[in-house]
């Protein structure tokens, strides 16, 4: 089985400070992780992915995250936080067997960006 | 510049009545899914396809049908649909390989 844990329902962060949503996996062999934003009334749109080799990835709109096989985190992080990035983030995974592409989903985290 | 395209996007049902969504794809994508979000569970998988005239079973099936006759639409049926199935349904697609999925924008479907 494979899945996904984002333990804060929702993160609140100052425009220009530093921003992290956290998520931790679960899947049997090596992970392919994905990270996507959600705005209002919209669909998921792919941020970033983490497959194979160095384990910081930069993404889109200055997103990174960072793999870390010994704790099975994959955190989403963004150095200075602006006012549109507030929206719910989910985080994905599937293991190397899923060759479907299935992926299991977090619940989300809404962030919240104070001006 | 479509990508994946959902109809409906809005529908409100009576209990009992049944529905199609239909999902259409312009990527030559050979998997198509269809998910369900609710508040507070993030998104749980319906059926899926790997291909042109098949379909699989996700993590909640129930209450669901699927069809994939032609490789770019992927359709979600509700036979006789129940206030339980009031949520919003995304459907998206994927190439081979390890890709990431690409979503419509979603249909909120309300059954009363």
């Known amino acids: 089985a494979q899945s996904v844990a984002q333990p804060e329902d929702q993160v609140n962060v100052a425009e220009g400070n530093p921003l992290t949503v956290k998520c931790t996996y679960s899947?049997?062999?090596?992970?392919?992780l994905f990270w996507y934003v959600q705005y209002p009334n919209r669909g998921l749109q792919f941020l970033l992915k983490y497959i194979t080799g160095d384990n910081l990835v930069k993404g889109s709109y200055g997103f990174e995250a960072e793999f870390n096989k010994s704790q099975t985190s994959f955190h989403l992080k963004k150095p200075s936080a602006l006012v549109s990035d507030s929206a719910l983030y989910f985080c994905a995974v599937r293991g190397p067997g899923y060759g479907n592409n299935r992926l299991a989903f977090g619940k989300g985290n809404q962030v919240v960006v104070i001006p | 510049n479509a990508g994946v395209t959902q109809t409906p996007k809005f529908r409100v049902l009576k209990t009992g009545q049944s529905m199609t969504l239909l999902c259409a794809q312009d990527m030559n994508h050979e998997y198509m899914y269809w998910y369900r979000q609710d508040p507070g569970m993030g998104l749980r998988l319906i059926h899926y396809s790997v291909g042109e005239g098949t379909t699989a079973k996700g993590e909640v099936p129930d209450g669901y049908n699927v069809s994939r006759l032609k490789k770019q639409n992927f359709l979600l049926g509700l036979e006789s649909a129940a206030p339980s199935q009031t949520s919003v349904y995304f459907c998206?697609?994927?190439?081979?390989?390890?890709?990431?999925?690409?979503f419509g924008e979603g249909s909120r479907l309300t059954v009363l």
């Open positions: 998206a697609s994927s190439p081979l390989g390890a890709g990431e999925l690409f």
């Open positions: 899947v049997s062999g090596n992970p392919y």
